[in-house]
């Protein structure tokens, strides 16, 4: 059974970073790539950007690029996006996704909630 | 980008039919690829994919619902809709990075 594991809730100060974790199980984690969307409140879905953990090749939205860094930790089977220079605009929540053979987030994550305040 | 649109909401009756369109701003298909999938949100949970390039339904989502298209033009149904259908539903595009949603359709009951 895929399961993808974000981590918990950050509350945090305008202009800080917030990097955020997403553990793979039941899944061939080096095999597909891992996308990870955001979800302001009440609003619809945005692409930020995806890595291949085999190799750390990455792909991101150009509105994204500067904003978000990928990294992954294949010992740990571990997804990770850093967002940097924190603005009331990056309050979301954000989901780890998945691709498969077919299709671009075939499996998703719980989502993690940041929220941006002083 | 390519920008996929949908209308907002749609109010149905409980085993009625409920049909949800989406438009892409270009054609999102590759030779026999219609590669625009079908997502579901329920309230306070993550989206979960329903189908997968146009019409192929994703393991463990049940018979009721379906998805066609082609170009342009694609369309989820739901038949009959049951009350754990009612969640917003956003369709997606894999031909063009970046990948783009749809805004959503939330489905109400009538």
């Known amino acids: 059974q895929v399961n993808l594991l974000q981590s918990g809730a950050a509350l945090v100060k305008p202009g800080d970073s917030v990097k955020m974790s997403c553990k793979v199980s039941g899944y061939s984690f080096t095999a597909y790539w891992v996308s990870w969307v955001k979800q302001s409140h009440g609003k619809s879905l945005e692409w930020i950007g995806e890595i291949h953990p085999n190799n750390g090749a990455t792909n991101f939205n150009e509105k994204f690029k500067g904003k978000a860094t990928l990294t992954v930790d294949k010992s740990a089977s571990t997804a990770y996006m850093e967002v940097s220079r924190l603005t009331s605009e990056d309050s979301a929540i954000y989901y780890c996704?998945?691709?498969?053979?077919?299709?671009?987030?075939?499996?998703w994550g719980q989502g993690t909630l940041v929220t941006v305040s002083s | 980008d390519i920008v996929l649109t949908q209308s907002p909401a749609l109010a149905v009756s409980l085993g009625q039919r409920a049909t949800i369109s989406c438009r892409a701003s270009q054609s999102v298909s590759i030779s026999k690829y219609n590669l625009m999938h079908w997502y579901q949100q329920s309230p306070g949970h993550q989206p979960k994919l329903l189908i997968y390039?146009?019409?192929n339904l994703a393991s463990g989502i049940p018979a009721r619902f379906s998805g066609s298209g082609s170009g342009t033009d694609f369309t989820l149904t739901i038949n009959p809709v049951q009350a754990d259908d009612i969640a917003t539903y956003y369709c997606?595009?894999?031909?063009?990075?970046?990948?783009?949603f749809g805004g959503g359709t939330k489905v109400e009951l009538k």
């Open positions: 390039r146009a019409s």
């Open positions: 997606q595009q894999s031909r063009e990075s970046p990948w783009t």
């Open positions: 996704t998945m691709s498969s053979t077919v299709v671009t987030f075939a499996h």
